[in-house]
């Protein structure tokens, strides 16, 4: 026994013959609409301009997707290149110890922003920012773990 299958698109306007599937897009969610020739026209005549003012968002095969789109803030701190570069050289310049890649220490941010209401003495180490007290207990060294022996190891 053999069967046919037919697929019949019906305007999802007007309910008659539809003669295409129409997809779009509009605050992030993705549609789709069953239209006859003249309907279909009729939605991209009503979005040219629109289209004609805006810009791509990346590939069509990923239109509801989210991606993440390259800006100056591409830092995970939230500032820019040109920002942590600037507390960079502000800290070299300052005696702070600061790698020219990678993670600033929250002390040395913490510095940078307290850089106007700090006094303007000699150059700050992140050991001076840190009390005597945590200094003087971090020179001392810790005591080496033990291991403890299993009560089996005997047996």
Do not use: C
């Not at 939605?43 to 800006?71: H, Y």
Request: hydrophobic share 40%; no cysteine; glycine share 8%.
């Amino acid at each position: 026994m053999a069967q046919i299958t037919q697929v019949k698109l019906v305007d999802d306007l007007d309910g008659g013959e539809a003669a295409e599937s129409v997809s779009f897009s509009l605050d992030g969610k993705t549609y789709e609409i069953d239209l006859s020739a003249k309907h279909a026209a009729a939605l991209r005549d009503a979005f040219a301009p629109f289209i004609g003012g805006a810009r791509r968002a990346g590939n069509a095969a990923k239109v509801g997707s989210r991606q993440r789109m390259s800006t100056a803030r591409s830092t995970g701190s939230g500032r820019s290149r040109g920002e942590t570069a600037a507390i960079r050289e502000w800290a070299n310049a300052n005696g702070l110890e600061v790698s020219t890649r990678g993670r600033i220490s929250s002390a040395v941010l913490e510095a940078y922003e307290n850089r106007a209401t700090a006094p303007a003495t000699a150059p700050m180490t992140e050991a001076a920012a840190q009390p005597a007290e945590t200094v003087a207990a971090e020179a001392q060294p810790k005591p080496k773990r033990r291991t403890r022996k299993k009560a089996d190891a005997a047996a």
